[in-house]
């Protein structure tokens, strides 16, 4: 990977940690990089092939995402580090999402908190991270935080 790169900080629901923005910062001042922020929703099923109204991400989870990528957004222009773009994406597949985002925006990284492995439920978000990393044509970064006691 050279050294003038595009990262993405990609996020499947959840508010990124605090350690997942350190890291971020950290890699975009080792590799000069700009970030590309993402935060995708969940859109549960389809009828007919077509999403259902009531199976998209409703107002409440639309304005949660809202203040996740903008809290993400602060904390990497509080640390002066580029952010090249933010997007918010519904989707019922967050590994192919992100794969594509990867392949259409560029990056050289992607930099995703990686809760504990499930063993139960392939289906489950949680273990999307891993799916990417095991995907992904670029270096995949997963940041485990630590609890705070």
């Not at 605090?18 to 099923?45: F, N, P, S």
């Not at 304005?63 to 519904?90: C, F, N, R, T, Y």
């Not at 990867?102 to 273990?127: C, F, I, L, Q």
């Amino acid at each position: 990977m050279h050294r003038r790169t595009r990262i993405l900080l990609a996020g499947v629901g959840g508010p990124f940690s605090e350690a997942v923005l350190d890291e971020t910062v950290r890699l975009a001042d080792e590799y000069t990089a700009k970030i590309d922020v993402l935060q995708l929703l969940r859109v549960w099923g389809t009828g007919l092939g077509l999403p259902h109204p009531s199976l998209k991400p409703n107002r409440q989870e639309q304005q949660a995402a809202i203040e996740i990528i903008d809290a993400a957004v602060a904390h990497l222009e509080a640390h002066d580090v580029p952010v090249a773009s933010q997007l918010i994406l519904g989707t019922r597949h967050p590994a192919k999402a992100i794969l594509l985002h990867v392949e259409r925006t560029a990056s050289g990284m992607v930099v995703m908190e990686a809760p504990a492995r499930r063993r139960r439920g392939d289906w489950n978000w949680a273990n999307e991270v891993y799916r990417v990393a095991k995907k992904a044509p670029v270096k995949v970064v997963l940041v485990t935080p630590t609890l705070k006691v």
